[in-house]
């Protein structure tokens, strides 16, 4: 699986923006994909989960201002992020985790999110 993440950008706070992903490959319904960021000087967290079927799950400190989705047809995931903090500043990266062997997985290159106050 490749992965390819766009729609990083600038906001100010309180603004929203939409990452998206799109992956390659026919067997995207097996895998769990993530939102990972990392902040200047902080370690890479996870942010958002989603798995091919269920519910997604979110770090405390997005919930209820982020969503996470995915479309399964299209090989696409995507990260809804509203009521942007400038805490929420850093390089976002898409993930993927083989849901049958989750030792294999894939990054996408990081796209920027920088939000200002």
């Known amino acids: 699986v490749q992965l390819q993440a766009s729609g990083g950008g600038s906001v100010q706070a309180g603004g929203s923006l939409r990452l998206s992903c799109a992956a390659s490959g026919s067997i995207f319904r097996f895998y769990v994909m993530n939102w990972y960021r990392q902040a200047p000087g902080k370690q890479r967290e996870l942010v958002a989960t989603?798995?091919?079927?269920?519910?997604?799950n979110y770090a405390d400190s997005v919930k209820g201002r982020f969503t996470i989705s995915r479309d399964n047809a299209k090989n696409m995931v995507y990260l809804q992020m509203n009521s942007l903090k400038s805490e929420d500043t850093a390089v976002y990266y898409c993930n993927a985790r083989y849901l049958p062997k989750t030792e294999i997985e894939h990054w996408g290159q990081g796209t920027l999110v920088t939000v200002s106050s």
């Open positions: 989603i798995p091919p079927l269920g519910s997604a």
